[in-house]
């Protein structure tokens, strides 16, 4: 009897203790998978922010280079502002932005160039444009000194740096646009040449500087004496063109002789002296006196030699 009481306390006490080390060991293992899921979600926790800070950074990367890419291209300061200021409410960024020279209330203030103090006044809609507008602000200074720069070079390109009247290159390029226009649709079309009287007198009298002075002063009587459809360049040393787009032979006459007279009517002041000059002036006509574009350029040459030769401070016309 004690034996089979002793086998069955055995069994229970071995079952029980069977129980409890498989419980501890399944408990050891629920533990382990705790822990695994707990580092598990800790590293989804670090890549879902990875993953999302690495989707801003490309969203960021993105959108500067859709505001790059969009005013780029662009060579106009006002329509360069205009596209700025819309791309960044479109990503809903500001709520106005604008050019100036004084800071607002209320506006981020910007410098976006050096040499006049124009500021890039912005009034952000958003934190995140407060962080961002340092870069955009130096985007945008790079481009309107690229339009500066652009600008410039044209001006380089087309103007006569002294006396600000149209180089003799560009002229001929316009003067042949002009002439092939008047040519198809048979417009009147005519030339003067003008020439300054003894202006190696003026700089051997008063100097080199005071003749720029007096060339400078001329272009400007002679730009003032035209239309704005018309158009002058300075066409030698001192020697200026102006073609006059549909206009005849009397009309023509008219503006030279008015041009004569301004020229030689008025004391130029350079410095103290009060400088007197005056021009000669050749003019050609299209078509009355040739239909060669050419010709037109020849014959005018030619008038102005013919009115030096007369006596100077004349127009002389075929």
Known sequence: MWIILFVIVVLIGGSIFFILHEKKRYLGKIKAMQDDFSKISAEHKTLTVAVDELEAKIAHRFFFYDIVRS?????DKNKLLT???DELRRCGMVNDACLSNF?????????IRGDDGELLLVRPKTKDAV???PALADVLALCIERISLYERLQRLSIYDSLTGAYNRRYFMTRYDDEFSRAAKYKLSLSLLII???HFKQINDTYGHLSGDMVLKKVSSMIRESIREVDFSCRFGGEEFAVVL????KA??????ERIR???SSENIIVFEDAIKVTASIGVACYPDNTIQSDMLIELADKMLYQAKKSGRNIVASL
């Open 83 to 85: 596209v700025f200021v």
């Open 245 to 248: 787009s549909e206009t005849d």
């Open 71 to 75: 005013i780029d291209p662009i060579l």
């Open 195 to 197: 020439d300054l009287d």
């Open 251 to 256: 009309g023509v006459l008219m503006v030279a």
């Open 261 to 263: 007279v301004r020229i």
């Open 103 to 111: 800071p607002k209330e209320g506006y981020l203030v910007f410098s």
């Open 131 to 133: 962080g961002y507008m």
